[in-house]
């Protein structure tokens, strides 16, 4: 080889720069940085887990058109199309680890898989802190991945069930649970809700991406949908609902 382009540099430490040096002591010429731009953004999960020692967490949500987030009881109410809901279970497949609350859990009864498009399930992510999740639900009875559930009470890893237990649950909960799932090698999460769950990590400042669909309906009342205060870099439609996708500067 005479030339070799770099788009941007690993910035892992251990080999950041040295597969360069290499190369310019072989003299073999070498341009770093065309698309750097670009190239980061392809790789933003690797480097988000090498720079800050945390999953890339990306916020997912629906709302209707006058901003509520779920009914005001505990009765489901869909508010994102048929195409929506496929796009968000191939979303699943590209990522590590999916994450819900409990009143998420209590109320929606999920599965958390993406069993609307092909590839794996991502990892399944609890926040459960007093266990008060049946052991009948869709979340223990699907075995298709591992369901993490973090929580005060209990460590206990079993098959594909893994209990965690949190000291001082409510202090500094998203920066417990994101730190946890660094070392256990997840990469990138999807928090799916509730409101209150996706609020605390806004609040914390850990979040990188939110992907908002806009429904085409309004209700009276019911549970506000989280505020990020941020201007959404992309608008697009998927169906007649609005997807917006905001990125945290």
Avoid at 186 to 192: G, R, W
């Amino acid at each position: 080889f005479q030339k070799v382009v770099v788009g941007c540099l690993d910035p892992f430490a251990k080999v950041n720069g040295l597969g360069i040096q290499k190369l310019t002591n072989a003299g073999i010429e070498v341009v770093v940085g065309v698309l750097e731009k670009e190239c980061k953004f392809i790789n933003r999960r690797f480097f988000t887990r090498i720079s800050q020692y945390r999953p890339y967490v990306i916020l997912k949500w629906a709302e209707t058109q006058n901003g509520f987030f779920a009914p005001a009881d505990t009765t489901q109410k869909w508010i994102s199309n048929a195409a929506s809901k496929q796009l968000v279970h191939k979303w699943r497949s590209e990522e590590d680890a999916i994450l819900v609350g409990t009143r998420t859990a209590l109320v929606d009864n999920p599965e958390l898989t993406n069993r609307l498009w092909s590839g794996k399930s991502p990892k399944r992510v609890l926040i459960d802190k007093s266990l008060a999740v049946p052991t009948d639900s869709n979340l223990f009875l699907s075995t298709e991945s591992d369901l993490i559930i973090f929580n005060s009470i209990k460590t206990d890893w079993n098959g594909n069930l893994k209990y965690i237990e949190l000291e001082n649950f409510d202090l500094y909960l998203p920066q417990n649970i994101l730190y946890q799932l660094y070392f256990m090698d997840v990469q990138s999460i999807i928090i799916e809700g509730g409101a209150k769950t996706i609020q605390q990590f806004v609040e914390a400042g850990l979040w990188d991406e939110a992907r908002v669909f806009v429904g085409n309906s309004s209700w009276e009342n019911g549970v506000q949908s989280p505020v990020l205060r941020s201007t959404a870099t992309e608008k697009q439609l998927v169906g007649d609902n609005e997807l917006n996708i905001y990125y945290k500067n």
